[in-house]
């Protein structure tokens, strides 16, 4: 949990949120374990990690669309604007849902409804959360089509999911779940499942939206290049737990956390020379048994004794950069398994 | 004599079922056992199986299980249509026959056609579905075209119609009939199967490493429509058992003085309001069984999902 | 500008002039869509519409391009696991689409392919040890102990460990799946592997370590990859040359650095420039195309990409003109009409209703 930079007070609070799912028997898999973090208004906070990590559950327990066997396990807080989202009602939460606190998905055809037209889907949002009648929000979901994009609206609205594209399907989605001015965008993998090209025009768009609605964005990914280009603010995510969080700049300048340099460096970007690629070893653990200690000291290269037994906290690093790692307490550590460390590992 | 068969069959079908339990045993990672271990967590689907097994085990056993003969008719006079008490727990009826022994035997003849015939139209069925589905092209469309005339003839007004006119069938003869007027289902479901497992890239590579159709179709095809074929073959007992029981009970199936639940059923029709047990005992039969096939076929499905294994 | 050879220069030569392992001539594959109960034929989709290239004995030549531009039925036609329409496919001087029976059966040995889903590309009812033997039973290059070494052998070289060959599929992680995909292919010890998108769907990290194993077994068994992709940042690690498809065509053929560094087709540039960069400093001079990725089954006239394109030139001429994909560099080809030097000569673009002379644009920096 770190400071935030400005004094204003956050859009979106959580904290020790734990999700956990009961699949029957002695097993409980622990996909999120205690995460704390803000989203301050304005801006564009990213969620990054690989598969399993733990992040579409956090954010589909943001929105309290989680289903047995999974659970909110008490203990875990989630406020926003104020008000605690955990403890209202089935009517309450659904007020919120998608008219404060949108979600984009990263398949859209799977996520619209494939026997209604795009046009009807959005416009029913308006319908659910405002008085508006079938002709004016037919008519702002037309004019919400052109806002994201997508040319000639009024007939695209008329045709069902399968007959647009996919770029049109996620600007669709993006337009539906702008509908009601939402003051918080979740947008899990928005991009994965397009093409670069089109990848390169959502992100365009979804900033473009941003600064004129003036939304906050919780953009959830895997890819770096995307938090790079979009993010102010990006938060790691591994085994559950957040293990670093920075500024970007920072996190790509400076970053603190193994996994995070790993990340960082198994990564093959353009203009990169290199003749192999970093490599993290190892597997990501299961959920239902993270390790004792670090989650990550089986395959961090730095680990020693303390951190196969000892839970790092998340230690202050600089201004707004907290990292999940004994190696702030003694940093000389990293020195002295420097040189077995940055030269590449055999495979 | 009849007490210690009783007892030899309780035994006997506790040692299947726990045998069955402790096959899922163990951490092979082997989607057969999976799908066992599955199946034995839920609870209704294996109670189910459990009672399918002990109905089996007495069905087999039923010449040394059942106090009476089926088809004696001691006392026509004094011994008719007796309520059920602790000599005949099922009653008697109208040709002073114990229900209960008829009951019993009853449960081999319907049992054992049921279970035969889904073998027949198992057989055929994935055989034809398998074929349709591989080939695909005009084969398959051609071959789908006489699944569907076959489907919309009636089926059991064909059955009644061939069985009242070749009137009387022999057993045999009925077991093969309901076979090959019931393979349809069977058919379409190995077809749908087939045709989605053609396209696996698993499949592409064992093609792209030079294996032969017949080396595809054994090796990666057939292990992988077991499943559903497994589940279309619980179902499909059920369904063939009420179709049996239904053509016996016009007259046209297992005709007496041979039992079947079936009809058993009719026997005691005509006077079911007074002397309920010889109907009632008989349908209930029918009902527990096929509630019992139809909670283990549910139950195989989820057991054997395949989503659930990809991880 | 200088008169371009064209002529014979459909590829860039290896290095020591060496023939290709793999050449392909205008390789063609058109799904017909049909229509009603007798399935009448309505129209084809052009999934792959002339399409030439060479793959030298070694290197690794990238196939790369959006969604729906032909790229993996390219290499799986080229396996004649989808049979082309319409092409020459020669593989060591043989003629691919002349063989079957035992002779394909045989070849098939030579060019192997791994899939992009590590999930549905492994039978979940065989053991891994079963999958990975498979090949060796199929062409009986051993059988019982001496095949069971032979398993462990290959799935030490991919980097698992003997044990898992009892173990099935469902039990590990993607890349682990991969891995043993890999060791299948190499199984029949192939000269040739197809690479269809093999890291498109794995973690970032464990990418590395799959890409990595696909470099080492290449220096060490001289294998030749045709590598499909869409993620070019992967692609401009491992690939000696590349190959940009859109709408079933090669638009542009090239050593990787010339590809990178000085592409020629706007739609390479504007690919290039799309690519997100993990750098929050880098300035993002984006060209961003309008519009979608036109469907296969209805390519536009002309130039497939003309509704896109960026090029200051593009006129009508771009719409009539199919444009030749033609040497524009020594060992740089690229298909464009407005990209000088062209063999399309200003009066027959003229002709085709051109109204603006062409031009070399060079690609707005993004690297």
Redesign the interface.
Known sequence: MTSSPSASAPLLSIRDLSTWFHTGGRSVSRAVDGVSFDVMPHETVGLVGESGCGKSVTSLSILRLIERPGRIEPGSRIDFEGRDLLSLDDRAIRAIRGNRISMIFQEPMTSLNPVFNVGDQIAEVARVHSRASRREAWERAVDMLQQVGVPAPADRAREYPHQLSGGLRQRAMIAMALMMHPALLIADEPTTALDVTIQAQILELLAELQARVGMSILLITHDLGVIAESATRVLVMYAGQIVEEAPVRTLFDAAHHPYTEGLLSAMPRLGDRRERLTVIPGTVPSPTQWPAGCRFHDRCAYAWERCRTQVPPLYQIGAGHVSRCHLAAEPARRQASGAAAGAAPAS | MHTLTWIAAAVLTTLVCGAIARAGDGDS???WRIALTRLR?NHTAFAALCVIVALLIVAALAPWLAPYSPIAQPDIVKLKNLPPSLAHPFGTDFASRDVFSRALYGARVSLSVALLAIVVSASVGTAYGAIAGYVGGRID?IMMRLIDAGLSVPRILLLIAVLALWAPVPLPVLVLLLGLTGWFGVSRVVRAQVLSLRE???V?????????DR?ILW??IL??VLSPIIVSITLGIANVLIVEAGLSYLGVGVRPPSASWGNMILDGADEIASLWWISTFPGLAIVVTVMAFNLLGDGLRDALD?RQ??? | MTAPNVASARSAPAPNGAAPLLAVRDLVKHFPITRGVFRRRAGAVRAVDGVSLDVFPGETLALVGESGCGKTTTGRAILRLIEPTAGEIRFDGADVRALDGEALRRLRRQMQIIFQDPFSSLNPRMTVGAIVREGLTIHKLAEGEAADARVRELLDEVGLRADVASRYPHEFSGGQRQRIGIARALAVEPRFIVCDEPVSALDVSVQAQVINLLEDLQRQHGLAYLFIAHDLSVVEHIADRVAVMYLGRIVELADADEVYRRPIMPYTQALLSAVPVPDPTRERRRIILSGDVPSPANPPSGCPFHPRCPHPRKDEACTRLVPPLEQKEAGHLAACIKQTPTTVSWPEQQAAGGTMQPERIMPVASG
């Open positions: 990672g082997s989607p967590d469309t696996r890239d698993m592409v590579a064992a093609r792209a490493l030079g294996a032969s080396e090796r990666h292990p992988n395949p294994v990809d991880g």
